[in-house]
C-alpha cells in the first residue's frame, strides 16, 4: 500500500478563498483522522471518522471549517474562508481498531500558507 | 481533561551516547501510549505502542516504559546516531477519548557526529 496520501502538499492562498485539503487512506483502515500542526499549538485533532461516519468533531476551530467522508476511500478538510491564521501544517492518518488500541498512520501533511 | 508533557523540549547529544526521553500525562485511564517520530516537513510515523497493561516494549535501539499509576512513560535510545534526529512525540489514547490521541509538544533532539 503506498500509505496515506494527501494533496495538495503545499498550498498558499488569500485570505478570503476556499482551500480543499484532500485524504485518501489506507485500504481497509476504518478510522481517519485529521490534524492541524502548528508551533504555537502542536499537534491537534479536528475531527475523526469511523466508517466515514464523524465521531468527534470538537476539534474543529469554528464553522468555516467542514470534513467529509464520502467513501471509505477519500475524505476532505473545507476552509471556507480561509484566514492568516489557518496557516497550518494538515495531517490526515488512518488506523483500524486492534481492540487493544490503533496505530494511526499519518500522510505527508499540506502545508497551508494563507496571506 | 488528559494533557500530555514532554521534557525536554530539545536535547543535543554526540553520537555515540544512549539517552532517555520523558513524556507525562494526567490522566491514568488510557488504552496505550504510542511514541511517533517526526522528521522535517513529515508526517508522523509510530515507534512503538504500549497497550496499558504492558510494562515496556522494544524494538531495535528503542525501549519504551510506561508506569501507568504515575502517568509516565519514557523513551530510551541506545548508542545514538545523528540519523536519529528528528522529534519525537508522545501521544495517549485515553479511556475517556475513543479514537482520540492526545499528543505532546515533543522533544527535539539532534545528534552529532
Known amino acids: 500500500d503506498a500509505g496515506v496520501i494527501q494533496s495538495p502538499r503545499h498550498e498558499v492562498t488569500e485570505m478570503g478563498q476556499e482551500v480543499t485539503l484532500r485524504c485518501k487512506p489506507i485500504?481497509?483502515?476504518?478510522?481517519l483522522f485529521w490534524y492541524r500542526q502548528t508551533m504555537m499549538r502542536g499537534l491537534e485533532l479536528l475531527i475523526y471518522?469511523?466508517?466515514?461516519?464523524?465521531?468527534?468533531d470538537s476539534g474543529m476551530p469554528e464553522d468555516r471549517f467542514s470534513a467529509k467522508m464520502p467513501n471509505a476511500s477519500f475524505s476532505t478538510l473545507k476552509i471556507q474562508p480561509s484566514e492568516p491564521r489557518d496557516s497550518a501544517v494538515y495531517f490526515c492518518?488512518?488506523?483500524?481498531?486492534?481492540?487493544?488500541?490503533?496505530?494511526?498512520?499519518f500522510g505527508a501533511g499540506t502545508r497551508l500558507s494563507v496571506l | 481533561k488528559q494533557e500530555v508533557t514532554q521534557i525536554p523540549a530539545a536535547l543535543s547529544v554526540p553520537e555515540g551516547e544512549n539517552l532517555v526521553l520523558n513524556c507525562s500525562f494526567t490522566d491514568s485511564a488510557i488504552y496505550n501510549l504510542q511514541w511517533f517520530r517526526q522528521d522535517p516537513g513529515k508526517g508522523l510515523t509510530s515507534l512503538l505502542l504500549i497497550q496499558s497493561s504492558q510494562r515496556e516494549q522494544t524494538s531495535g535501539r528503542l525501549n519504551a516504559s510506561l508506569d501507568k499509576s504515575s502517568g509516565r512513560s519514557t523513551l530510551y535510545i541506545a548508542a545514538s546516531q545523528p540519523g536519529d534526529s528528528a522529534t519525537y512525540l508522545c501521544a495517549v489514547l485515553s479511556g475517556s477519548s475513543y479514537g482520540k490521541l492526545t499528543f505532546g509538544q515533543g522533544t527535539i533532539l539532534t545528534v552529532h557526529p
Open positions: 492518518a488512518s488506523s483500524f481498531w486492534t481492540g487493544g488500541g490503533h496505530i494511526q498512520y
Open positions: 471518522f469511523n466508517n466515514n461516519v464523524p465521531i468527534d
Open positions: 485500504s481497509g483502515h476504518d478510522y
